[in-house]
């Protein structure tokens, strides 16, 4: 199966302050990639999928980028509610696999 | 704007098969695809499988062995089961629709725990 690895663990940043969170696919997946946001005691929110495609309602200061086995998430301006969990999701090949999560904290 | 809504036995005990059911309301169950996918401490987010049909499933192959997915478009709802089940299933259950490749939206999700 294809192995999706994140990085960092944790981002400590501040509000307002921007925010860059990597994922790293085993193998290629074109632009076969989602994210999501987790806040605790919740379900994941898909905020991105395509790689690069903000899901509706999506604000725009979230934006994704990359293709093949690198992509980036990036909060240009951290707001309060986006203190939270990201996790990336492979959907070129099942089974369908998950990073680890990056926790993003004030 | 569809909803989804887990429910079923918060507690089972070893050996014994898991089942849960998802409730869709707020839209058509017919014409998706359906997931069920579970998140513990240890493994973090697992994709369980996804049902559209019932020649058109798909299992993770480190669950095929004891998983069972099934829709009843009836009631609108679909439904997973789990045989044989360990500690190691322990975890939150969500189910969610399948959209533009990952899941959108996701149920609340349901605590399962396995313990004698």
């Known amino acids: 199966e294809i192995v999706m690895t994140q990085s960092p663990a944790t981002l400590s940043l501040s509000p307002g302050e921007r925010a860059t969170l990597s994922c790293r696919a085993s193998?290629?997946?074109?632009?076969?990639l989602v994210w999501y946001q987790q806040h605790p005691g919740q379900a994941p929110r898909l905020l991105i999928y395509d790689a690069s495609t903000r899901a509706v309602g999506i604000p725009a200061r979230f934006s994704g980028s990359g293709s093949g086995t690198d992509f980036t998430l990036t909060i240009s301006s951290l707001q309060s509610e986006d203190f939270a969990v990201y996790y990336c999701q492979q959907y070129n090949k099942w089974p369908r696999t998950f990073g680890q999560g990056t926790k993003v904290e004030i | 704007q569809v909803q989804l809504q887990e429910s079923g036995p918060r507690l089972v005990k070893p050996s014994e098969t898991l089942s849960l059911t998802c409730t869709v309301s707020g839209g058509s169950i017919s014409r998706y695809n359906w997931a069920w996918i579970r998140q513990s401490a240890g493994k973090g987010l697992e994709w369980i499988g996804r049902f559209y049909s019932s020649d058109n499933t798909i299992y993770n192959p480190s669950l095929t062995s004891r998983v069972t997915l099934s829709v009843d478009t009836s009631q609108s709802q679909f439904s997973l089961k789990l045989t044989s089940v360990t500690a190691a299933d322990t975890a939150v259950y969500f189910c969610a629709r399948e959209r533009s490749g990952g899941f959108d939206p996701w149920g609340q999700g349901i605590l399962v725990t396995v313990s004698s």
């Open positions: 193998e290629s997946i074109s632009n076969n």
